[in-house]
């Protein structure tokens, strides 16, 4: 199979999609991989790497998506790049559809099969491909939550971890999942009063369990949420439902409750955000004020540590690539359920159900999908 990786082209994203051990990877199963150049230079791959991990290198992206079997990104392809798309042809990166009606048609009108990085599980229900992402935005959340609260920023100015005599900043964590977790470690050691709203409570047994008392637990009521909101000095979101829209948990009225310059870091914000006031910002501008409120709601935010990113997103996605390449799409999918979970877009048909709902779409079985 010729395996293709253009340079992603979604401001101030530098990942790549294929590294080069996954390249040397995919040569040494008999496959072509073609990358275009420069592409690896932002996570700190250059052209040099790939070609002495056998691949060639490309000048254009056009040239990438013309011959290449299968494309291989990190983030969902652009309006420009969807338009390169056609029948038959593999698309695997992220693409947090429910959200983006106008991805969604793109992808269905170009007959691709277009699998999710997103919607791959894994026997213990969990996520592998998100996974990796998810732990690198929930570590970042405070640190740029941080930056967010600074007053030159429009923050409050409120320090972490606070000093002797002055207490720590509170800190509430909508979501006790992969983000949730990461972010609260990360918090509770910059020294700040943590608290991880979740609604599972075998999830607040483990993290009671696990973490030692290191930050605290509360179910996620409407009455707790909207209280430790409000006395929050920084409340992140990271609640997912996987592949479909986020929910929204926190409304526009209750910013009037917060503390002026509180940070929100929404974390969901790629699946449409956890809150009603969240709408996607870029690395380059990336936050914004409402009603007094800081928002921090970058859509790539692994992108800001592209090397780490790039290397954690590679080695899981790697296995999934090779047997995608090695056996075909049909193939691989009626091997493995959990990448069949993956298949979102199948010649002009959605695949995914909780993104059909999302958009008001009809949704063909993925099981029906191998078979068409």
Avoid at 19 to 44: D, F, K, L, M
Avoid at 64 to 90: C, G, T, Y
Avoid at 232 to 248: F, R, Y
């Amino acid at each position: 199979m010729h395996i293709g990786c253009p340079k992603e082209i979604k401001p101030q994203e530098f990942r790549v999609g294929l590294t080069p051990n996954a390249a040397r990877e995919a040569v040494a199963h008999g496959h072509t991989v073609s990358v275009q150049t420069q592409a690896g230079a932002g996570a700190g791959f250059p052209d040099e790497d790939y070609i002495a991990a056998g691949a060639q290198i490309t000048d254009t992206a056009e040239e990438i998506f013309a011959s290449a079997d299968m494309i291989v990104k990190v983030k969902e392809p652009q309006a420009v790049e969807r338009k390169m798309l056609r029948e038959n042809q593999i698309l695997f990166t992220y693409l947090h559809l429910a959200p983006d009606p106008e991805q969604t048609k793109d992808l269905l009108a170009s007959g691709c099969t277009a699998i999710a990085y997103e919607t791959v599980t894994d026997a213990a229900g969990g996520l592998p491909l998100l996974a990796p992402m998810s732990e690198v935005a929930g570590k970042l959340a405070p640190q740029v939550g941080a930056w967010t609260l600074q007053k030159a920023n429009g923050g409050r100015g409120v320090l972490m971890g606070g000093i002797p005599g002055v207490g720590p900043a509170r800190v509430a964590v909508i979501g006790g999942g992969v983000v949730g977790t990461h972010a609260a470690r990360v918090a509770a050691g910059m020294g700040a009063d943590v608290t991880v709203l979740d609604r599972s409570l075998p999830r607040m047994r483990y993290l009671d369990d696990a973490f030692s008392g290191l930050f605290k637990t509360s179910f996620a009521s409407a009455g707790n949420t909207a209280e430790l909101v409000a006395d929050a000095d920084m409340v992140i979101g990271a609640v997912l439902i996987p592949g479909a829209a986020a929910p929204k948990l926190v409304t526009r009225a209750q910013l009037s409750d917060m503390k002026p310059g509180a940070a929100i870091v929404d974390v969901a914000i790629d699946q449409g955000g956890c809150f009603e006031t969240s709408k996607a910002t870029t690395h380059q501008d990336p936050i914004y004020e409402v009603d007094g409120i800081m928002h921090y709601c970058v859509a790539n935010m692994p992108g800001a540590v592209a090397r780490t990113s790039t290397i954690g997103l590679g080695n899981a996605t790697m296995p999934f690539m090779l047997a995608l390449a090695d056996k075909g799409w049909r193939q691989a999918c009626e091997d493995d359920p959990h990448l069949l979970n993956g298949l979102n877009v199948h010649a002009g048909h959605l695949t995914y159900y909780a993104v059909g709902k999302a958009l008001g779409m009809d949704v063909m079985s993925p099981t029906l999908a191998l078979k068409a």
